[in-house]
């Protein structure tokens, strides 16, 4: 294809204002990917730190140069597949994640064949864009802490876009949940299965008691919640303090030779296996996708401001088809 695509796209870093509706040339779909036209996209924190020139010499490798695209997950129907190739067809809806890079909130994505699956019947696009960001979770409670049936499990940000899949896990992989979130969402928490569930503005980690795994999403006050863990307890944080970025990291990096418990920190990458037990966790009820607001394409950069502005419900979602 050599036609152009309406694309998020930004010149500098900044403020969401710097988000436009701009043009770039559509994907060639290259060997062993898939070109898929996106139907909806949601807004992930690293589309904010990449955006605003906080991830540093990281974000400018991942970034690329300006103009620099937005957007990490997706929804769509493949337009264009090698033929007699294990994967998704023409035709089929697809979810994923793109690989180490931006530039999903676009009208087409080429990706490669090992990282996107169909997504289960009965989700429309919108709240199926709200579920690939899950796999965070998964990798999170499942392969990191190796959550237990009947251990207690903190998550804070239980009401973000990865705590709501980690409330929801919590319970399907047996855990007995306890769910850090703002006052106005604490009921939300409660129904997604958190057993205890607490406003983390008036309420003190020293008030919480102690716990086998501990699902951070926040990213700050690490060592506050790295005491809550019992002996053998275990840690494990998807984000890191961006005002003091290397104390953080020296932290974390810190826990796995001083002490029994170690806090385990990754940066998501999900491939085919994960998206197919997110199929089977969705097939099977386990969970549900919540959607905070949906933005169109044009509206990028208020889907930014949204997110920075806090106390989101799950996920902000743009819709690309608009």
């Keep these: 294809m050599t036609e152009s695509m309406r694309a998020a796209l930004y010149d500098r870093y900044g403020p969401p204002e710097v988000i436009y509706e701009g043009r ?20 992930n ?36 597949a090698e033929a007699n190739v294990y994967g998704p067809a023409v035709g089929d809806r697809v979810w994923g994640v793109l690989p180490r890079a931006f530039g999903s909130m676009a009208e087409y994505v080429s990706v490669p064949v090992d990282c ?14 709200a579920l690939p960001v899950v796999t965070t979770a998964i990798t999170a409670l ?34 007995h949940v306890t769910a850090l979130a703002r006052e106005e969402n604490l009921e939300l928490a409660r129904e997604l299965g958190a057993d205890r569930a607490f406003d983390y503005r008036t309420t ?18 690490l060592p506050a919640y790295r005491r809550l863990l019992a002996p053998g307890g275990r840690m494990v944080t998807i984000s890191f303090d961006l005002t003091r970025p290397w104390r953080s ?41 919540v959607v905070d607001r949906v933005y169109s394409l044009s509206e990028v950069a208020g889907a930014h401001r949204a997110l920075e502005s806090g106390g989101v419900r799950g996920k902000i979602i743009v819709d690309t088809s608009t």
């Design 24 to 43: 770039r040339p559509i994907p060639e779909r290259g060997e062993g990917r898939i070109l898929v036209r996106v139907l909806a996209s949601s807004v």
């Design 204 to 221: 003190s980690p020293a008030d919480l008691g102690s716990f086998d795994v501990v699902l951070d999403t926040v990213g700050t006050d």
């Design 249 to 289: 990291l020296g932290y974390i990096v810190g826990s796995t030779v001083f002490g029994p418990r170690r806090v385990r920190f990754f940066s998501g990458n999900p491939r085919r296996e994960l998206f197919e037990e997110l199929n089977a966790l969705v097939e099977a009820g386990h969970l549900r996708p």
């Design 116 to 129: 996107l699956v169909r997504v289960p019947e009965g989700l429309d696009p919108v709240h199926a864009a």
């Design 142 to 175: 499942r392969d990191k802490a190796r959550l237990r049936p009947g251990e207690r499990l903190l998550v804070r940000g239980a009401t973000g876009g990865v705590g709501v899949g980690g409330v929801q896990l919590g319970k399907a992989y047996g855990g």
């Design 45 to 80: 924190g690293g589309d904010l730190s990449g955006r605003e020139g906080s991830l540093g010499w990281l974000g400018a490798l991942a970034l690329g140069p300006f103009p620099k695209a937005v957007g990490l997950d997706f929804v769509g129907d493949v337009v264009e």
